[in-house]
């Protein structure tokens, strides 16, 4: 064996094992979390009118809106520095530290809602009672998030997987169980997430065994400092990608009213919301252990790359099949009050290819410390997502906010991979999309001959999938060693 294949095993194929082995962990959590996101469209659709799920779609985004700037930053700092902190044996100041700027933010957040209360109303198209009961629920939400990083950076997918099969379970049963007896319309949906993710909360504190590592005492001043250097510009990225993905939901429900926005709100909670939980478990498992072998002076590109092509493996034939399908998929998932929202489907489906693509081209900015350059290029992506949706919704109606979602994750994705850091810039696995692509041909002939047959939708794109990953894993064995 050559010292050069030793290396190759020991930085590239020894960690992709271990992220196998946490992917098989967290694969339970994120797969049910997939099932429970496809359930609660038809439970959900069934219970509520268009108008009524416009509020809910309007209500979640709102909740979005605000944990993007007062607490999911908190939680993605604390993954990235957790390792440092633990080597340096800092780890009770560090954990103290994320829960004083936990609580600080909220505070904030509660003055400035109070201060500008009737500008929210307004702006949001929400009712005084919703946007009060937002308010409360973001506490719990808050906290399951950080904690859930944490668990993370402690590298426990299995308290991870547990924590969130409950949690999916707990939010469907509460939120049914309330529409159904107190007839409460969106706000059911609402008082069901707050029960649940407060009953996760708890089960979180001992999974984390967060309370062994408090201890209370004035933070240290460079710790905060590097907390919200690295935090503040991603709440700024994740604003930018808010306007490009969910201010869509108010710019519609402004012009076409809150059923137009519900149709937008089935749409999308048929695309992203399952598509990048299934993309998720690639990511939730190499993450962490992508910034330990940066660490440990490793060069992670040759393991970013072999992952994005695993990214690519499983997504480019989903976002295919949804695509050609989606008429199909809203009336098997949806109430029929709903069918128009199948003209978003392939559009939001291939947004998300391009932005669950970006958590690969941006890992360069994250481990060399330039979320500046990140955040630059996430707010360029921002604005031009949210002009494109003001214009084209307009002009456009549904199509419009398609086209501006897909256009302005394409124009996000290209940037990222046009400025890099030296170093770090992502090595686009050529070999395996072409392998990808060539198992594509078979399945693309047989959709041609079935698709105007009267065979069951579901059964064609059963066959369809089941079809390309057989010829993948059949080819896959003639072709392992020349694929990256």
Known sequence: MTEEVRKQIKEVEIPVREIFKDMIK?????????????????????????????????????LSFLCII???????????????????????DYLSTLLFILGSNLCVMYV??????KHFYTYFSVSPKIFLFILVLIIPVAIRALLFQVLRAQIKPGAFTISTI????????????IIKIFKLGALSILIGMALSISIIDILLVFQSDILKYLKFEIPKFNMLKSLFLYGLPIAIAALSL??????????????????????????????????????????????????????????????ISRMSGYYFLIAIPLILVMSAYAPDIISI?????????????????????????????????????????????????????????????????????????????????VMTVAITVPGFEWRIPCR????ILVCLIPSIL????????TLHAGIQMSVLLFLYYLIFWFTNKYTKRYVE
């Open 333 to 413: 998932f949806a109430n029929a009050k709903y069918q128009n929202a199948s003209v978003l489907v392939p559009y939001l489906a291939f947004s998300v290819l391009f932005m669950s693509l970006t958590d690969y081209t941006t890992m360069q900015y994250h481990l060399s410390k330039k979320t500046y350059i990140l955040t630059t290029l996430k707010v360029w992506a921002g604005i031009a997502g949210l002009v494109l949706n003001i214009i084209l919704i307009k002009k456009l109606g549904l199509v419009g906010v398609g086209i501006a979602t897909l256009i302005s994750n394409i124009f996000y994705f």
């Open 166 to 177: 409950i949690n999916q379970i707990l939010t469907i049963a509460f939120s049914v169980l």
């Open 242 to 303: 808010w306007f490009i993905n969910q201010s869509n939901k108010f710019i519609t429900s402004h012009f076409y009213g809150l059923k137009e926005a519900g149709l937008v709100g089935v749409a999308y909670n048929m695309t992203f919301p399952v598509l990048m939980t299934l993309f998720a478990i690639i990511t939730i498992a190499a993450y962490p252990r992508i910034i330990n072998l940066y660490e440990d002076k490793i060069d992670v590109r040759p393991v």
């Open 70 to 92: 007062f607490s999911d930053w908190i939680g993605l700092s604390g993954l990235r520095f957790f390792r440092q902190h633990q080597i340096s044996d800092k780890i009770q």
């Open 112 to 117: 400035l809602a109070f201060l500008f209360r």
């Open 432 to 435: 395996r999309l072409v392998h």
């Open 446 to 453: 047989v959709w041609l001959i079935i698709r105007g047959t």
């Open 26 to 62: 967290y694969a339970p959590s994120k797969l049910f979390g997939l099932l429970g996101n496809i359930i609660i469209v038809p439970v959900y659709t069934n219970l509520l009118t268009p108008s009524q799920y416009g509020t809910y779609a309007v209500a979640l985004a709102v």
